[in-house]
C-alpha cells in the first residue's frame, strides 16, 4: 500500500485547513490509520487514530476538540481537519497505515509528510 499526503502549508493563527492523504494498492477499510507529526527539533509525535474498518477514533490531548479524523472509503482516502490552528501545530504531518486493529507507535506503512506552518 502507498500513502500520499497533502494540503499542508503556510496558513494563518485560526485557520482551519485540512489535510489529506490518498491510499492506493488497498482498500483503506483494511486498516487502521492515523495522523503523526514532528516539530522541528522535536521527536515524531502521535496526532490522531482511527481504527480498522470502523470510526472508533482517538486523539492526542493537545488537539482533542481542534482536529478531527475521518476516511473516506469511495475515495480510499484519510483526512485530518484541523480547526483553530496555533503557532505551536507546526510541524511535517505525516499519514500511517497498521495492518492491525488499532494503530500501533509504529505502524507498518508512511506516507512522505506534508509540512504545515501556522504564522501568528
Known amino acids: 500500500v502507498q500513502l500520499q499526503a497533502s494540503g499542508g502549508g503556510l496558513v494563518p493563527a485560526g485557520d482551519s485547513p485540512r489535510l489529506s492523504c490518498a491510499v492506493s494498492?488497498?482498500?483503506?477499510?483494511?486498516?487502521?490509520m492515523g495522523w503523526f507529526r514532528q516539530a522541528p527539533g522535536k521527536e515524531r509525535e502521535f496526532v490522531a487514530a482511527?481504527?480498522?474498518?470502523?470510526?472508533?477514533?482517538r486523539y492526542a490531548d493537545f488537539v482533542k476538540g481542534r482536529f478531527t479524523i475521518s476516511t473516506d472509503n469511495a475515495e480510499n482516502t484519510l483526512y485530518l481537519q484541523m480547526n483553530n490552528l496555533k503557532p505551536e501545530d507546526t510541524a511535517v504531518y505525516y499519514c500511517?497505515?497498521?495492518?492491525?486493529?488499532?494503530?500501533?507507535?509504529?505502524?507498518?506503512?508512511w506516507g512522505q509528510g506534508t509540512q504545515v506552518t501556522v504564522s501568528s
Open positions: 482511527i481504527v480498522r474498518g470502523d470510526a472508533i477514533t
Open positions: 500511517a497505515a497498521d495492518r492491525s486493529y488499532y494503530l500501533g507507535e509504529k505502524p507498518d506503512y
Open positions: 494498492g488497498r482498500p483503506i477499510g483494511r486498516y487502521a
